[in-house]
């Protein structure tokens, strides 16, 4: 145990859902948990969700095709939600393009991504879309929209992404966030869906730990973190950020990401994956499109939590009251 291994389709589709194909999964064989923390539910009763991977690129609809593929696929598997990676509706060759792209929520691609969500009856985590906002006459920026659709297509949350990425990484190029894309005002309450209480972030936020420990102490179970991390950070940070944040939280942590070469000008590390609240790796895409899926034991989570109970030792006397979520 304790390896990666991408294991044959065949077996896969005889274990999970017979007769269907399963585009690149690949399954993380995790370590055995403490005994004392064993689930006592049976791994078919827990919510199933699915992590999609995918290369975006300029093209809008080429994009949702792949995306809308990969979501029936979840869907077809019993997935309850699948999470898509930051930037799912393209990426752009520059910031004026980026611009020219994106469209208001109201518009015609989440328009698409509503029918999708009630075509299939699950939950879609939408993790990055450009928004044009209300303000957008005034300002001629866009937000980094995390939204998420229920079941019946309804928006139930929008998160617009407060930590934006303005940096200089030798080796990987500049990226400057700002030059098209508002930070966002405020953090959003955890939301309660079929798989648990999920906590929305997106990508460059996993770097501010007070952002998760807000969700965490708001009730968040699952936080989500939809990425497109580059090649110099990704293989450098990626993972040991996102067990960080599942370790330090004692949440689940759901991070679909962008792989591959999008355009001449960027590329992105893929990887995406699911980790436990102990901080195990117990889903993982393999290189390219796909998706991983990944059971969601809430019984554990507690049963952790109540061994390990860290917020109950946490001293606001000390170090202030860091990552409250404000009301």
């Not at 990426?91 to 029918?115: F, K, V, W």
Request: aromatic share 8%; charged share 20%.
């Amino acid at each position: 145990m304790g390896f990666i291994t991408r294991a044959p389709h065949q077996l896969l589709s005889l274990l999970l859902c017979p007769g269907l194909r399963i585009p690149r999964l690949s399954v993380h064989c995790a370590q055995p948990r403490p005994r004392a923390m064993a689930s006592s539910s049976s791994s078919w009763e827990l919510p199933l969700v699915a992590v999609c991977q995918v290369t975006s690129t300029p093209d809008k609809q080429q994009n949702f095709k792949v995306c809308a593929e990969l979501v029936r696929e979840a869907a077809r598997l019993g997935a309850c939600l699948a999470f898509l990676p930051e930037a799912f509706d393209f990426i752009a060759r520059d910031p004026a393009e980026t611009l020219h792209l994106s469209e208001p929520l109201g518009g015609t691609l989440l328009g698409e991504y509503t029918q999708l969500a009630r075509e299939c009856g699950l939950w879609l985590s939408l993790g990055g879309f450009h928004e044009r906002g209300q303000d957008w006459e005034q300002t001629q920026k866009i937000y980094n929209c995390h939204v998420l659709l229920n079941s019946k297509g309804s928006v139930v949350a929008t998160y617009r992404k407060t930590h934006l990425c303005d940096v200089e990484i030798p080796g990987q190029g500049p990226m400057r966030e700002s030059n098209s894309t508002m930070p966002g005002p405020s953090l959003e309450s955890p939301v309660d869906t079929p798989a648990g209480k999920i906590g929305l972030a997106i990508c460059y936020d996993m770097r501010f730990p007070e952002l998760s420990l807000s969700l965490a102490q708001a009730g968040a179970e699952i936080l989500t973190y939809p990425s497109a991390f580059g090649s110099v950070t990704g293989p450098a940070h990626w993972e040991v950020l996102l067990r960080a944040r599942a370790i330090e939280t004692q949440c689940y942590v759901v991070a679909a990401a962008q792989c591959g070469r999008h355009h001449e000008k960027r590329a992105s590390y893929g990887q995406s994956m699911v980790v436990d609240p102990w901080g195990t790796v117990v889903a993982r895409c393999s290189e390219g499109p796909g998706l991983c899926l990944a059971r969601i034991d809430l019984n554990y989570l507690r049963q952790l939590r109540q061994h390990l109970p860290v917020f109950q030792h946490r001293r606001p006397d000390l170090y202030g009251n860091l990552g409250h979520l404000p009301s």
